[in-house]
Nanobody
Framework: QGRLVDSGGGLVQAGGSLRLTCTASLPSRHYALGWFRQAPGKEREFVAEINGGGTFADYADSVKGRFTISRDNTVATAALQMNELKPEDTGVYYC??????????????WGQGTQVTVSP
């Protein structure tokens, strides 16, 4: 069994920054970790992913250059640093864990979600 806990969301003005954290308790530390988000009335979408070794990251085009994903396997956490936030970044952000390639096939483990709201 595994568990993910998301934290770090909040309210910020456009142009500001937030840092999300995903704390993992998983059967293996080799799982890829990633973030998805869901805006009101929209489907959940891929945001970013980092592989098990922390050597490769993938980003949605909409966040590339503004968001950075990282992980620390010594404490089983992943972080999403979000800079230059825009109102369209508003949504509930979910941590996800599974095999590499979360963009194509989401993993079996999900966090509970954390709300990010960006005001104009």
């Amino acid at each position: 069994q595994g568990r993910l806990v998301d934290s770090g969301g909040g309210l910020v003005q456009a142009g500001g920054s937030l840092r999300l954290t995903c704390t993992a308790s998983l059967p293996s530390r080799h799982y890829a970790l990633g973030w998805f988000r869901q805006a009101p009335g929209k489907e959940r979408e891929f945001v970013a992913e980092i592989n098990g070794g922390g050597t490769f990251a993938d980003y949605a085009d909409s966040v590339k250059g503004r968001f950075t994903i990282s992980r620390d396997n010594t404490v089983a956490t992943a972080a999403l640093q979000m800079n230059e936030l825009k109102p369209e970044d508003t949504g509930v952000y979910y941590c996800n864990a599974g095999a590499n390639g979360l963009r194509r096939s989401t993993g079996r483990y999900w966090g509970q979600g954390t709300q990010v709201t960006v005001s104009p």
